[in-house]
């Protein structure tokens, strides 16, 4: 209810310049520049107070009877005040319609950046895994090579001390055949 009588009083003061600016062709100009910003989809919602002060200040020149001069440059400043806050208005909305699109953006970039260090962390945690297993898979291979040594070493040392063995055996038999021998030849000599 409150926003119906705004509106009425507002379009109210909107026909008042223009019907009293009727025989003014200054006047007439300024009506239609206020016209063209209420018109205009882009700026009409802006500078709502700047454009009622200038509607009111053309109304002033309109009715205005001795210092009409005087009457008549408010007025146009007052349109050149609302033009200017309506241009401003529009500028700052594509201001703040820029700031939002940054903070998508770097909102956008940040969650990129997220996703390519969490790529790059699981990357570089497969690697070490794959290290970590490499390692793992050549320290039993060390593991099973130093055992295997270590079995030949034994059983090395067994067939080496069975050849020692072997060895003293067949010297201890070559000893006792040639004690025998000895022996054999001396009773042979003895017999003769």
């Known amino acids: 209810m409150k926003n119906v009588a ?53 109304a002033a020149a309109a009715a205005a ?11 146009r400043w007052r349109v050149e005040i609302a033009e200017i806050a309506a241009r401003t208005g529009t500028l700052r909305r ?3 319609e820029l700031d939002r699109q940054r903070s998508d953006l770097l909102v956008e970039a940040s969650r ?19 290290q970590a297993e490499e390692a793992a898979r050549l320290r039993l291979a060390a593991e099973a090579e130093s055992s295997a040594r270590q079995e030949t070493e034994i ?5 080496a001390s069975d050849q020692a063995a072997r060895l003293r055996a067949a010297r201890a038999r070559e000893a006792e055949l040639a004690r025998r021998e000895a022996e054999l030849m001396r009773e042979v000599e003895d017999e003769q």
């Open 6 to 58: 705004i509106w009425l009083l507002l379009a109210a003061t909107l026909c008042l310049p223009l019907a009293q600016a009727a025989d003014d062709p200054e006047t007439q100009a300024l009506a239609a520049r206020l016209q063209a910003l209420d018109a205009d989809p882009a700026l009409h919602e802006l500078a709502a107070y700047e454009r009622l002060q200038a509607r009111q200040a053309l």
């Open 65 to 75: 009877r001795g210092n009409r001069a005087d009457a008549l440059q408010v007025a």
């Open 112 to 130: 990129q950046e997220a996703a390519r260090a969490r790529r790059e962390a699981e990357r570089l945690r497969v690697q070490a895994q794959i």
């Open 94 to 96: 594509e201001v703040e």
């Open 155 to 159: 059983v090395l040392d067994g067939v």
